[in-house]
T-cell receptor, first 114, second 112 residues
Framework: SAVISQKPSRDICQRGTSLTIQCQVD?????MFWYRQQPGQSLTLIAT?????????ESGFVIDKFPISRPNLTFSTLTVSNMSPEDSSIYLC???????????FGPGTRLTVL | DAKTTQPPSMDCAEGRAANLPCNHS???????VYWYRQIHSQGPQYIIH???NNETNEMASLIITEDRKSSTLILPHATLRDTAVYYC?????????????FGTGTLLAVQP
């Protein structure tokens, strides 16, 4: 199984600022994803991070608000831009290996925006 | 939208088997059934997946009906640490549909 780490594990930020979350996988993976989990809710897929090209965003999420990078097969970043209190959530990185493997999740980044 | 239906909550006595049902009546022939769980404040944990045959691993067993329209996750001897939200998800194995879409899941409360 892939081991996924995220940094920071939590942060408290001021309104209007931006935060970049890092995701590191211990092995090369084919696909990486970013999810959001708002308080008391299930997980919502934000985007698929594509290696070497622009991320693919789900409906309701845009690149200007959630820019994503994936420079190689083991690393990705998600930036939450111009934050507001509504962005307070847990942000989770996820990775999928090759055919026949399961998709694994990082521990999440708990973000609080004041 | 999630393609599965699960009860919002269930209770189970510690040491007994926990049987978590899931309906997926619109499942396609190339879609697998995946189960994950999320213990409070942690990332989702992969449990098991299957296509049409029953599957078993060290964590659980997955029973899929012959018509594949429903399945049951079985935790054979539930412990307090199994208290979590359990998600049943259907997903095709390859291509652009390689996305896990989470529903609301079942909150399993294991009682002492």
């Amino acid at each position: 199984s892939a081991v996924i780490s995220q940094k920071p594990s939590r942060d408290i930020c001021q309104r209007g600022t931006s935060l970049t979350i890092q995701c590191q996988v211990d092995s090369q993976v084919t696909m990486m994803f970013w999810y959001r989990q708002q308080p008391g809710q299930s997980l919502t897929l934000i985007a698929t991070a594509n290696q070497g090209s622009e991320a693919t965003y789900e409906s309701g999420f845009v690149i200007d608000k959630f820019p994503i990078s994936r420079p190689n097969l083991t690393f990705s970043t998600l930036t939450v831009s111009n934050m507001s209190p509504e962005d307070s959530s847990i942000y989770l990185c996820s990775a999928l290996g090759g055919e026949g493997t399961a998709q694994y999740f990082g521990p999440g980044t708990r973000l609080t925006v004041l | 939208d999630a393609k599965t239906t699960q009860p919002p909550s269930m209770d189970c006595a510690e040491g007994r088997a926990a049987n978590l049902p899931c309906n997926h009546s619109t499942i396609s022939g190339n879609e697998y059934v995946y189960w994950y769980r999320q213990i409070h404040s942690q990332g989702p944990q992969y449990i098991i997946h299957g296509l049409k045959n029953n599957e078993t691993n060290e964590m659980a067993s997955l029973i899929i009906t012959e018509d594949r329209k429903s399945s049951t996750l079985i935790l054979p001897h539930a412990t307090l640490r199994d208290t979590a939200v359990y998600y049943c998800i259907v997903r095709a194995r390859g291509g652009a549909t390689n996305k896990l879409i989470f529903g609301t899941g079942t909150l399993l409360a294991v009682q002492p």
